[in-house]
């Protein structure tokens, strides 16, 4: 079986401890290094060569074009985003434009999400829930265009930029109810359970084309 680096970045030494702890006691090999800050992974990314890299969102200074360094370093990687269990929709997409695929709650982090997740293939796009994500992006794709109305896209296309429920009702000229029966419709279509959720879904499918 083919070594996989792993790098982790976090300043929090009980994050750290855990993944580290993690990491440890899964079968296969695995090496493992650490960085804190931002430098220090930049530092450790060319000697490390990682095939993940688990982000701390809250490490101190991380921003788009740190993101992005570390991505051109070694843009074989796949850069894990650890997040808080809400966070803005615009940070989810500001990520994932930096070159972020991967995105876990850090309350949801445990040997079975991390083993059955970040370490299965074909890997696509580590979801904030382990089912949100079950086929590839391109049959995916299809299947979401087909099955969304122009309305609902347009209310994804909304939440992606931003907006309130109240927002999107007017300037969608229908009423905040309506706008809440779509979300339910599109979660159900999406096979998802929250705004954040289907965002990372939506944006997955559509690539690059927001922003």
Known sequence: MALLSVLVLTE????AELLVSILSSMPGMLELFQAATIPEAIKQTPISSPNYLFLDTNVPGLDAPSIMKLFLLCPSCRIIAMLPSAEP???LIDLFQS?????LN???I?????????FSLPW???PLSTDVLTSSSSSLGASLEAKLTTTEKAILQAICSGLTNEQIARSLFIGRRTVE?????IYGKLRVQSRTEAVVKWIHQQGMAIG
């Not at 070159?99 to 995105?103: A, I, L, N, P």
């Not at 029966?181 to 419709?185: P, R």
Request: charged share 20%; hydrophobic share 35%.
């Open 12 to 15: 929090d030494l009980a994050l």
């Open 89 to 91: 929709v615009s940070k």
């Open 99 to 103: 070159g972020v695929r991967g995105f």
């Open 106 to 108: 850090r309350n949801d």
């Open 110 to 118: 445990t040997p079975d999400v991390i083993q059955s997740t970040c």
């Open 124 to 126: 696509n796009l580590i």
């Open 181 to 185: 029966k779509h979300l339910t419709s």
